[in-house]
């Protein structure tokens, strides 16, 4: 009887934890310090973040201002947002984050503070300096909520030894493309003529240039759910049918860390991805055809090359901050024209016009990366994800039929299923 | 007692008379609060937002929608019941190859024997390593096309396998990481049990002629019983939980398919991902409620068996 009652008590101990696991994690507070004179900088795992990190003496230095840095993987950095943010926590003060993902749910749960006042302040600053596509990317309705940092634009990274073997030219159409992995995949049979994310939600911003590029979008003029337009479905039948045929195994389960792990070991020919991965894709250290991987724009199809190109990082302050002047004087540094120059001599393609106008802001750039951004620029769409805020589980909805196409079913089927539900979550948010 | 200090000894006296007859409490205490304070609260607080539409922002306004949320997880087809035979197929499926090879494995340990203690720490390795770090170990040993256990088959002329970033094969392989990690614990209690059972019983089994095979049926698996069943309980209870190799191998969601997808990794999504506070506290309820239920049975069981 008495073992009873203890086992009894351990596993409705242990069972209760199951559920406290979850409400347990707001319990966890650092210990910050929040209002006192060290300024809290929250950024999330990229070369912008080192680069700051490299220069913050200078602003120590020239503010008197001590700044405790902390730098988190995207997952990490999204869960500690949540979990602070709902806590109307005073830990953190300047605050990176993804516009196209976060922007809009951000600024609805009022966790940034408005800056339309500060960015229009200082003149020598220049927030008109900053790309339309970037200043947009970070203002809801007249609210300018984060000063855009990096942006980032489609690129189709390829193996140029491959294709001197072959004997081919950089493919410029989907048709061209297709061919080439095509005959890549005959010459070489044991590596994978192309290879691309297929997770469902990771593949939808790479997926999104293709979308674009045969004439279709996620949404249609009435802002109605278009995911299954003949377009579209076209283009979830080309991409999933590349990654069919010619891709690595296991494609369903693969975010950019995979892929690209296999580019670096020589297995992938073609591949697809954010310019922000340049530097990993001709990584020495971590490749050894590092010097055979070129840069090439998206191709085109039915409706032209239509690549994305985003701001994919802004930085903000946390409304609950107790330290927003000084925040916002950080801000003002990180982002200054000479910062962003230096940044984007570092590898950061920054959001400024006029440092893409200097040379050199440009120099320091790969002539063939540079020359694909500078292209996009002029032609690239300024959104890779479906614009709202259930984010999330719209990039679940429309990246269902990719996964569809790659594993060889009906993607009209799937695509008539992802469009119901992503048009049910478009008609919550109106 | 002198009589000076009658009035403060009386206090003192009045104060230790009250403190004997409530010393149960006192000594309970601590405890007690402690348990409010990490278990009571945060699970109170689930089960106030399981009744409301809690989304995006804990700050914003927050009303009851009464049993809407339990509503929309109890008939929800598509994600919330698929996780719940996930959950339920990871969990039988784990505890009985545990079970089985936990009690193989204790057997083979119960004698002494040369290099015992060499052995007993081998076996304890995988209990000892961080999930998370498990998990990111089997997912490169899985890797399909550069990982090793491609290449294992390949050596014996066997072909390829999908292992983890198949579908068909996710679950079915984690369940095997699962096994690997926690057969030792497995271990661990049934040694315990067997080590403290009393010779006599299985040398008068032994005496009167039964097989070996007798002896472990009719003598040995009944007095272990207690033992038995509370590692079957602690691990099942555990299994039901599992969260950390899943979400190191699939992430959240549990792929593209949600193929590994468990009531946990869904709770998981809806919260953090999705930000339906007020869904994600009803799963978590409804999950609750379904160990309690195990639990029940499990001790109901027993009463009826003792």
Request: glycine content about 8%; some cysteine; aromatic content about 10%.
């Amino acid at each position: 009887m008495k073992k009873s009652t203890i086992l009894r008590a351990t596993s409705l101990a242990v069972a209760a934890s199951a559920v406290v696991a979850l409400a347990g994690c707001a319990g966890g507070a650092d210990a910050g310090t929040g209002s006192s004179g060290t300024l809290n900088v929250t950024l999330a795992n990229h070369p912008w973040s080192d680069a700051v990190k490299k220069a913050l003496p200078d602003f120590e230095k020239e503010t008197g201002i001590k700044v405790d840095l902390n730098i988190y993987d995207d997952e990490q950095l999204a869960q500690l947002y949540n979990v602070k943010l709902n806590a109307a926590s005073d830990e953190l003060d300047v605050m990176m984050f993804k516009p196209l993902q976060d922007t809009l749910q951000m600024s609805t749960n009022k966790w940034l503070v408005d800056l339309s006042d500060d960015v229009t302040k200082d003149a020598g600053w220049d927030w008109q300096d900053f790309q339309e596509s970037a200043r947009s990317s970070v203002t809801v309705g007249d609210e300018v909520v984060g000063v855009p940092i990096a942006t980032e634009t489609a690129v189709l990274y390829y193996r140029k030894d491959l294709l001197a073997a072959a004997g081919l030219d950089v493919p410029k159409t989907m048709d061209e493309l297709t061919a080439a992995v095509k005959k890549i995949h005959e010459l070489n049979p044991d590596i994978y003529a192309f290879g691309a994310r297929g997770e469902k939600s990771a593949a939808v911003t790479q997926f999104s240039s293709f979308l674009y590029s045969f004439g279709g979008d996620w949404v249609d003029k009435n802002g109605k759910a278009a995911v299954d337009s003949p377009e579209a479905i076209k283009a979830y039948e080309y991409l999933g049918g590349l990654i069919k045929d010619y891709g690595p195994p296991g494609s369903v389960d693969m975010n950019w860390p995979q892929v690209m792990g296999l580019m670096q070991q020589g297995l992938v020919a073609f591949y697809p991805e954010g310019s922000s991965q340049y530097n990993n894709a001709v990584d020495p250290s971590k490749s050894n055809i590092a010097d055979q991987i070129g840069v090439a724009p998206i191709p085109s199809g039915s409706d032209g090359s239509r690549p994305y190109n985003i701001t994919n990082f802004a930085i903000g302050i946390n409304s609950g901050s107790k330290n927003q002047d000084n925040a916002w004087k950080f801000i003002q540094w990180a982002t200054s024209k000479d910062n962003v120059l230096k940044f984007q001599q570092a590898d950061v393609p920054g959001p400024r016009t006029s440092v893409w106008a200097d040379p050199a802001g440009t120099s320091a750039l790969p002539a063939d990366l540079l020359k694909v951004i500078q292209t996009n620029g002029d032609i690239g769409v300024g959104y890779d994800r479906p614009v709202l805020i259930a984010v999330a589980a719209a990039r679940e909805a429309v990246g269902t039929p990719l996964v569809t196409a790659i594993q060889g079913g009906d993607v009209a089927d799937a695509a008539k299923t992802a469009n119901a539900a992503f048009q049910d979550l478009l008609d919550k948010e109106k | 007692m002198t009589q000076t200090n009658l009035r403060g000894s009386q206090f003192g006296s009045s104060l230790s008379i009250w403190a004997n007859r409530h010393r149960k409490w006192i000594f309970a205490g601590p405890a007690v609060i402690f348990v409010a304070a990490l278990i009571i609260i945060p699970l109170s607080y689930t089960i106030y937002l399981s009744f409301t539409d809690a989304a995006n922002s804990l700050r914003a306004e927050i009303n009851f929608i009464g049993f809407e949320n339990y509503v929309a997880v109890l008939t929800d087809t598509t994600r919330f019941w698929p996780a719940v035979g996930r959950t339920v197929t990871f969990t039988v499926g784990v505890v009985a190859v545990e079970l089985a090879l936990g009690m193989g494995i204790a057997l083979l340990l119960r004698r002494p024997f040369r290099g015992e203690r060499i052995v007993r720490g081998i076996i304890l390795l995988p209990l000892v390593a961080t999930p998370i770090a498990v998990g990111m170990m089997w997912r490169l040993i899985f890797e399909p096309s550069i990982g090793f256990a491609n290449q294992l088959l390949n050596w014996f002329g066997l072909p390829d396998n999908g292992w983890i970033s198949d579908p068909n094969q996710a679950l079915p392989t984690l369940m095997f990481v699962d096994i690997w990690q926690w057969t030792p614990m497995m271990v661990l209690i049934l040694l315990a049990g067997l080590t403290s059972l009393p010779d006599e019983p299985d040398e008068a089994a032994r005496v009167d002629g039964a097989s070996a095979f007798q002896r472990f049926r009719y003598v040995t698996l009944p007095l272990l019983m207690p033992a038995l069943i509370a590692a079957v309980v602690l691990r099942s209870i555990d299994a039901f939980k599992t969260f950390d190799i899943l979400y190191a191998t699939k992430g959240t969601g549990g792929g593209s398919l949600h193929e590994v997808e468990t009531v946990n990794i869904y709770a998981y999504g809806e919260n953090f991902l999705y930000s339906r506070y007020g869904l994600a506290s009803a799963v978590l309820v409804v999950f609750f409620a379904m160990v309690l239920i195990l639990v029940a049975i499990q001790l109901l069981r027993r009463k009826k068996d003792y």
